[in-house]
């Protein structure tokens, strides 16, 4: 059984910065593809990004592009997303999110096979 676990969430000023980290229980986390949702009070989950196995592509939400990068570091099993630029609007929990045959469809969380429990992310006006 995949375990993920997510770290770095908090409060931050709108234009601040946070770094959340994934780090996967799998022999190397390149056999996957890693994404990150997000899901706000009386919203449905959504895409953030994500990095394809072996780390070729990465892909965002249009919300995010700009201002969010994701990498992933091999020898540590562990993705991470650097938040930059907050908005208020990027309120929200936070998971991280893997799948082995993800595909084309990486911004549809029904592609994904294992979820963290999230953290959450909060943005100050």
């Known amino acids: 059984q995949v375990q993920l676990v997510e770290s770095g969430g908090g409060l931050v000023q709108a234009g601040g910065s946070l770094r959340l980290s994934c780090a996967a229980s799998?022999?190397?986390?390149?056999?996957?593809?890693m994404g990150w949702f997000r899901q706000a009070p009386g919203k449905e989950r959504e895409f953030v990004a994500a990095?394809?196995?072996?780390?070729?592509?990465?892909y965002y939400a249009d919300s995010v592009k700009g201002r969010f990068t994701i990498s992933g570091d091999n020898a540590k099993n562990t993705v991470h997303l650097q938040l930059s630029s907050l908005k208020p609007e990027d309120t929200a929990v936070y998971y991280c999110?893997?799948?082995?045959?993800?595909?084309?469809?990486?911004?549809?969380?029904?592609?994904?096979?294992?979820w963290g429990q999230g953290t959450q992310v909060t943005v100050s006006s």
């Open positions: 799998v022999r190397t986390i390149s056999a996957y593809t």
């Open positions: 990095i394809s196995r072996n780390g070729g592509s990465t």
């Open positions: 999110t893997a799948g082995r045959y993800v595909g084309g469809v990486y911004y549809d969380r029904r592609a994904y096979d294992y």
